[in-house]
């Protein structure tokens, strides 16, 4: 319980990079996924010496060996960097460093994880959390505009929603999975009325405010895929109507909110608090509701630099790095695209390695009919062609669970043969 109460706090606080302390790479979430990795590992290496290691963890031992293998890759990629005078040592690094902290958080799930029951536990803390915390800081933001000495809104002017993150994309990234990780407990777990309901009110205000951080990316994912998960989930656990008549209110409510923020409707709000409370209210609400300019066409030109820095070294990469550029290859700027920047640092075999886990999830997850989990992770991996996500550990930790959890099932099923009632007992959120 502990451990995972220390793995959802600092994941989700791993975003809100405006806790981080000045001129460093930590803050509060770093700090509590960096408890949490001594809270698990250390002992499991004890274990490990002593011959006396569970038998548990070895279940995921494929897992844990990809992610040895993607990091040798980047190993690689940096000695062949250095070696070819084009992207230094010294400019590899703090990438390494984040890198190797997402792995050992990664492999600390592995090993923290009691199976597919735990791992939906821990998903549920993850999304009742994220949303909650994203809902408060929302209407907050609407009302107030700063937290304190924490503007939440993108530049201090009001036209992208922050919350604690520098970047309205770091916030996008923990509220692009949520919706859909919604669902999932709306199924799975025995919730009662109340519990219920609260995840109807915080799920609709999570929509909005995922959609006022205006990200580009965030807004097609949404618009593709929730309607496509509706749909799905008609074929895959039809006889769980309520389900999807909550799931279906939580999106209307959301729309709803959406419409009440715009531009007309928060100006008026704006005006009310004016009067009410002076100085309070966000800055410039006629900008709330912009999409904050995708820049698609700057993005063309950074993959189509990043694909010629990945023809001068196909097999092994340059190592990690701002490779490409809009003046040209190694003109000192990232691709936005977590594809082509992990192919720019471990080549097309790093590539290759890093798709097929994504893929053999995804899969399994289509295939044992969690169709909730399927459409988290499409979303994370879409929303990671937009943008370079792959040194967040909330990236990696989604995938880790996912991966735990559609692997434990497969596992419970191959080993009785076909044993659906076993399978949908250990999706029980509940407790």
Known sequence: MATRVLLA??????????????????GVGEVLLLLFILAVLPGWLREIFRHRLDAKPWRHVSLIGCYAALFFMLMVGCWQGNQSGLNPYAGSVRDMLAYAFCFLVSVGIVVNSDGPG????????????????????????????????????????????????????????????????LFFLLRTSAAGLWERRFGIAVGAIGLAAGWSTGS??????????IPMMIMAGMFFHSELQRARRDYALTVGLGAMLISLSSESMLSRVHELFGDVLPGTGTMNTDLVMLTGGAGWTDRLILWKNAWV???????????????SGMSGPFGGSEAHNSLLDWMMATGFLGGVVLTALVSVVLWRSARQGSIELFFALLALWAFGMAHHVLRHP????????????????????SRAGSAPNDAKADVTCAG
Not at 119 to 129: C, F
Not at 216 to 225: E, G, S
Not at 403 to 413: D, E, I, P
């Open 216 to 225: 580009a990316a965030l807004r097609f994912i949404w618009i593709a895929l």
């Open 309 to 323: 820095v990945l023809q001068g070294s196909p097999v092994f990469g340059y190592g990690p790095g701002a490779l």
């Open 394 to 413: 909330w990236m990696w930790a989604m995938w880790t669970l996912l991966a735990v959890h559609v692997g434990g099932l497969h596992g419970s099923r």
């Open 118 to 181: 735990d791992v939906a536990r821990t998903l549920r803390d993850l999304t009742w959390v994220g949303l909650s915390v994203s809902a408060i800081t929302w209407i907050w933001a609407i009302a107030f505009g700063a937290l304190g000495e924490f503007n939440l809104w993108y530049g201090g002017y009001g036209a992208r929603f922050t919350g604690l993150a520098i970047n309205p994309n770091q916030n996008a990234l923990l509220l692009v999975s949520l919706p859909f990780l």
């Open 9 to 26: 706090a600092g994941l989700i606080t791993a975003t809100m990079t405006k806790l981080r302390h000045s001129g460093t790479p930590l």
